[in-house]
Structures are given as structure tokens and as C-alpha cells.
């Protein structure tokens, strides 16, 4: 053999060495091992971050609460909390600049209760206002102040503790008016007695207005008071020597109980709220 012909050769492998050969092949059940990516942890439903937590009460936006969040604007069961990606239950207390907040959308809802209902929260005192109002919301709201069982009228549900803290407020609150019916007339010297204000066991009681409602027996008064229960209108006219037979509620500051009948409840529009709000 030439060294020409050995030079041309040298290197060069045959057909059937080229068959032969083994070369990767990505054919079904010789692809590429994958690492399995680790599993996610599976997230509590009983936990929420902090920022949506925030963002979910009304204060402001995710991102605007991440940024009080860093400035330490908020805190976590009286703990200043920094951290970013933070994780709180439903239960925990978180304030915002002081004040509590819940993880849910304000809700003010106005119901025209009829009798034969407890103002109460608590289960096993039979027929409840929370009946009446269990499909108005999934937010957790309460009654504002107490209607007795047998009373009639308005009562106003919330989770907005900014707007209980108006009602519950002993020197200002929110004025309700109430019609009341008395077991017999109400003597006009009496009705100016309650009007000016007097003492019941050392205690000063009074009212901001009384009077006799027009085109009605003197039976029937109006009375507007600021306290949230109904107890004080059995007190002052139980100093007087007269039993009350029917108490309602008509009015709720500006609230009052137009298109709404008895039994019903509404959802507060914005502008009754805002109005609410500036009381």
C-alpha cells in the first residue's frame, strides 16, 4: 500500500462501523433524568399574610402595607412586626397605627326588627336577631346597643368598630328616637320633668328630646336618647309610675325606616355611611 493511499485511509471508519457505533438516543424511556421539583408545603387556611390581611380590612393597598409594615405602622398580638411575607390567623388582634382592624370588607346593615327576637349574639336563647340577618353578609357583624325581645324597630349591624365606638361613646354617641306607648297619658309636669333631666338613686338621667307625638293620645310619646340599650326608657318611666307597652325604634340618626318592613334588612348605601361617620 501507498503512503498515499494509507494517508487517504487513516481515519476513515466503514459503513458498518458507523452502524454499529452507539450514539445517544432521546427515544420514549431514554429522555434525560428530571429532578422532581420538592412539593410545596400546602399552604393554612387558617393563616393569610399580613399585607392582604391589611389590604382586606379597607386600609389601603398591599403595597401601600408593605411599606407600614416596614416603617412599623403595624403590630401583631401587641408586637411590632417588620417582616415581610408575615403569616396571621384570623384570630390574632392586628392594629393598624393603633387602631384594630379585621381581615374583611366594612358591612352596615339596617334591620326592622319584629318582636319575639333577643338582640343577642349568643346561641341558645331561641329566636335571634343573627337570624334575621344571616344572609345579609359572610362578614362578622354585630348588633349596635339592644332591643328587648318584644321590642320593634331599627338596630344596626356592623364589624366597623370606628362606627360602634360612636354609639358607645358617653359623650357624644348616636341620638335614636324612640316611640314609645305608655300604659296611660303622660302628665305634661312629668313630661317636662324627664325633659330637664333628673336623679334616679344619685344618678343624673337624661334625654335629648321629648315630646307628645301629634294626632296621637298622650300616651304616646317620642323620646330621643344617645344611650345604646333600651333599659334606660323603662328606668325614666318607671320614676314616673307608668309601665311602658310598646317600645320602637324609628329612627337611627339620619337612619330611619323607610322601604324597609318589618322583618327586612338593607345594606347602608356610601353616602348613608359617610354620613354615619361624620355624626
Not at 466503514?14 to 450514539?23: C, I, L, V, Y
Not at 390567623?89 to 366594612?106: H, L, M, N, S
Amino acid at each position: 500500500m501507498s503512503k498515499n493511499q494509507d494517508s487517504k485511509g487513516k481515519g476513515k471508519t466503514s459503513g458498518r462501523e458507523n452502524a454499529n457505533r452507539k450514539t445517544k438516543s432521546f427515544a420514549r424511556g431514554n429522555a434525560p433524568f428530571k429532578k422532581k421539583s420538592k412539593q410545596a408545603k400546602p399552604s393554612n387556611p387558617d393563616e393569610i399574610r399580613l399585607n392582604k390581611y391589611i389590604a382586606n380590612s379597607g386600609m389601603c393597598s398591599r403595597r401601600e402595607a408593605d411599606e407600614n409594615i416596614a416603617i412599623g405602622l403595624v403590630s401583631v398580638n401587641g408586637k411590632v412586626v417588620n417582616e415581610m411575607g408575615y403569616k396571621v390567623k384570623r384570630t390574632d388582634e392586628v392594629r393598624f397605627d393603633g387602631q384594630r382592624i379585621t381581615p374583611e370588607a366594612k358591612a352596615y346593615v339596617l334591620l326592622n326588627k319584629p318582636k319575639g327576637f333577643a338582640t343577642t349574639t349568643s346561641e341558645g336563647k331561641g329566636r335571634t336577631v343573627m337570624d334575621l340577618v344571616a344572609n345579609a353578609t359572610n362578614a362578622n357583624i354585630k348588633p349596635i346597643g339592644r332591643l328587648g325581645r318584644n321590642s320593634l324597630g331599627l338596630l344596626l349591624f356592623t364589624n366597623d368598630d370606628t362606627v360602634v365606638q360612636k354609639f358607645t361613646n358617653s359623650k357624644n354617641g348616636v341620638a335614636r328616637l324612640f316611640q314609645v306607648e305608655l300604659d296611660k297619658n303622660l302628665k305634661f309636669e312629668d313630661l317636662k320633668k324627664i325633659q330637664e333631666g333628673f336623679k334616679v338613686e344619685g344618678k343624673l338621667v337624661s334625654v335629648e328630646e321629648i315630646s307628645y307625638i301629634q294626632g296621637e293620645s298622650k300616651n304616646q310619646v317620642g323620646i330621643k336618647i344617645k344611650n345604646t340599650g333600651n333599659t334606660i326608657l323603662r328606668t325614666i318611666f318607671d320614676a314616673f309610675n307608668y309601665d311602658i307597652v310598646k317600645i320602637d325604634c324609628v329612627a337611627i340618626g339620619h337612619l330611619t325606616k323607610k322601604d324597609i318592613p318589618r322583618g327586612h334588612w338593607k345594606h347602608l348605601t356610601e353616602q348613608e355611611v359617610n354620613t354615619l361617620k361624620m355624626l
